[in-house]
T-cell receptor
Framework: AQSVTQPDIHITVSEGASLELRCNYS??????LFWYVQSPGQGLQLLLK??????LVQGIKGFEAEFKRSQSSFNLRKPSVHWSDAAEYFC???????????FGAGTILRVKS | ETGVTQTPRHLVMGMTNKKSLKCEQH?????MYWYKQSAKKPLELMFV???????ENNSVPSRFSPECPNSSHLFLHLHTLQPEDSALYLC?????????????FGPGTRLTVL
């Protein structure tokens, strides 16, 4: 069965600083990986996804993520954080065949000015 | 995101009440999902419907009863809930069954059970 670990419950960064949110997954076959963001009172919005090919994936709002099979990781990065990026971020893994996603517990990002 | 709408956005109910949550998607998708989001816990998949047929019930208590009358609408009927059922209930939709298809989420219904 798949599982996702987001080791950091909370992260605080200064506006303009770089950001890296960690995600580790457990799945024996080819993982399909996603990052979603949830602003307060809102549903989840897809930032980016990885299925195959280039291991560095570009997403919306200036985010990118890198798939590292050897480390079972799919970390999310942004070179310069904006105050509007404050939200909760979820990593998720899906199977090659199937229609279910398994989500991590989320990381709450706080941005200080 | 306005592709998936949920009503009501907030609901307070007693343990003896019966209420329903509604989800509507305007994206032409064929699969719809109910998730439960509790504080400090990962999203929990509750139900999956594909082409109006339930294909997944993730051991959800019978006090939650889903209904999918067509591919655009999904309901969650609630009765005799418990306080621990208080949570954000999210609906999502997806075009098909390909794993590459993205799930699109609604804004959720914040449910409080007294």
């Amino acid at each position: 069965a798949q599982s996702v670990t987001q080791p950091d419950i909370h992260i605080t960064v200064s506006e303009g600083a770089s950001l890296e949110l960690r995600c580790n997954y457990s799945y024996g076959a080819t993982p399909y990986l996603f990052w979603y963001v949830q602003s307060p009172g809102q549903g989840l919005q897809l930032l980016l996804k990885y299925f195959s090919g280039d291991t560095l994936v570009q997403g919306i709002k200036g985010f990118e993520a890198e798939f590292k099979r050897s480390q079972s990781s799919f970390n999310l990065r942004k070179p310069s954080v904006h105050w509007s990026d404050a939200a909760e971020y979820f990593c998720a893994v899906g199977r090659e065949y199937g229609n279910k996603l398994v989500f991590g517990a989320g990381t709450i990002l706080r941005v200080k000015s | 995101e306005t592709g998936v709408t949920q009503t009501p956005r907030h609901l307070v109910m007693g343990m003896t009440n019966k209420k329903s949550l509604k989800c509507e998607q305007h994206l032409g998708h064929n699969a719809m999902y109910w998730y439960k989001q509790s504080a400090k816990k990962p999203l929990e998949l509750m139900f999956v419907y594909n082409f109006k047929e339930q294909t997944e019930n993730n051991s959800v208590p019978s006090r939650f009863s889903p209904e999918c009358p067509n591919s655009s609408h999904l309901f969650l009927h609630l009765h005799t809930l418990q306080p621990e059922d208080s949570a954000l209930y999210l609906c999502a939709s997806r075009h098909g069954q390909a794993s590459t298809d993205t799930q699109y989420f609604g804004p959720g219904t914040r449910l409080t059970v007294l």
